[in-house]
């Protein structure tokens, strides 16, 4: 038997508020959350800008003790998730069956700030000053296993790991695990924070990150002038629940998840494929299983890097999947504009902004959009938020590796 899918929670610590519903009004208000690094000491650095999480603190929220035995990447997944569950009310006792509920949150790095802090440390001290905890706040799995533990979630938990990809990828396997049974409910989303001087610099080696040092036009996807995205971090879960069991708990429900595609190039370890084919297939697959409609008010959150290679080959995949007509008809933005590109948290907070464009009626913009590029043709909604009629809206996301992931969405309905 399947089950239709809703998203009944929230829950994120993004660049531009430590809640989702601060991180979407800044989002409909066109607000910039990039500025200049303060997580270190980047002087004599190419790149001067990051999208922070600006006032979260570890040790306040979680306490001294246990923060300390947190990397931070699994501080904002945990904080995140949450938000999400006492958003989607299963926090209350005897709301969920906790065998039937699960984790599926990622992260792109994990705990790469843990890592590099403890081997300047051995480097300086000896290997016997190494943390017992090293490995358990360093290993990509422990956002999953620590949410698990915190919200007692019994049921299928893993992660993701698809880099820029990987948290639509947790979302869209939530989704299927949850359609086809396997749970009633899972947390689904990821985290990062991986603001560091090695990150940093193992990204501005491959010429992936922009040298802007303007914060105000540094990430400008689609833009003629665009030169590459801007580090972000933060956390963004997601309850995604069986309709009916929503229902019968009388949940709010913020939209349905409808379909998934998850493709991959097989072309390139960090460059995607010119000809968008791997894209195209994976707007397909969520297009084709979620019965989507584009005419009928379509909203797509592109994955809109700031790249030269991204942003023209994502705008032909969108082409090739719907067609020219229907892809200009379509409203189009990249809210990484304002967020920065938070790999491994990117993807859910991006169908969170399809959720709530969805139910608001509202299409976030692209800002910083100057000067138009005649291969980036669309409707990329420039600098303003738009009101408009939407029924269906479509997350992209494209990681290293050549990972695509599609995820498709509808307004919430009954029928």
């Known amino acids: ?82 938000e999400a569950m006492a958003d989607s009310g299963l926090d209350a006792e005897g709301a969920i069956d906790r065998e039937r509920l699960g984790v599926y949150v990622g992260s792109g790095i994990g705990g790469v700030e843990t890592y590099t802090d403890q081997v300047h440390l051995m480097e300086k001290k000896g290997l016997r000053r190494a943390s017992p905890y090293l490995v358990a706040m360093m290993i990509p799995n422990m956002a999953s296993g620590n949410i698990a533990i915190r919200q007692k979630a019994q049921g299928p938990t893993l992660p993701v790991v698809t880099a820029c990809a990987t948290s639509a990828h947790a979302v869209g396997e939530a989704f ?5 049974g396997y749970a ?36 400008r996807p689609f833009d003629a002038d665009r030169d590459g995205f801007v580090m972000g971090e933060g956390g963004c879960v997601l309850v995604l629940e069986q309709w009916e069991h929503a229902v019968a708990r009388g949940a709010r429900i913020y939209a349905e998840v409808v379909g998934y595609g998850n493709t991959d190039d097989a072309h390139h370890i960090t460059s995607p494929d010119p000809e968008a084919a791997g894209i195209a297939r994976a707007v397909e697959l969520a297009v084709a299983e979620g019965g989507v409609r584009p005419e009928e008010g379509l909203y797509i959150n592109a994955h809109g890097t700031s790249t030269k290679l991204n942003d023209s080959s994502e705008t032909l995949g969108f082409k090739r999947a719907l067609g020219e007509d229907a892809a200009r008809a379509a409203h189009v933005s990249s809210t990484k504009s304002m967020t920065g590109h938070m790999i491994g948290a990117t993807g859910a907070a991006e169908v969170m902004a399809c959720a709530l464009a969805l139910r608001d009626g509202v ?16 409707d990329y909604t420039p600098n303003e938020a738009r009101a408009c009629e939407l029924t269906w809206a479509l997350s ?20």
């Open 1 to 82: 038997m399947e089950h239709r899918v809703a998203i009944t929670g929230i829950g994120a610590v993004t660049p531009l508020g430590n809640t989702a519903a601060e991180t979407w009004e800044a989002m409909r208000a066109g607000r910039c959350g990039i500025g200049p690094i303060t997580r270190f000491d980047a002087e004599g650095f190419a790149v001067q800008v990051a999208a922070e999480v600006k006032g979260f603190d570890g040790e306040a929220y979680f306490g001294r003790r246990e923060a300390r035995h947190l990397d931070r990447c699994v501080q904002l997944a945990m904080a995140a998730s949450d």
């Open 176 to 180: 299927r695990a949850v359609k086809h």
């Open 184 to 219: 009633d409910a899972i947390l689904a989303g990821g985290a990062e924070a991986a603001i560091i001087p090695e990150v940093i610099a193992g990204f501005t080696a491959c010429r992936a990150l922009t040298t802007n040092p303007d914060p105000q036009t540094a990430c």
């Open 363 to 378: 299409v976030p913009p692209t800002i910083n959009y100057r000067t138009p590029d005649p291969a980036c043709d669309l």
């Open 396 to 415: 992209t996301n494209l990681g290293f590796g050549g990972h695509n992931a599609c995820i498709a969405l509808r307004a919430a309905k009954e029928a």
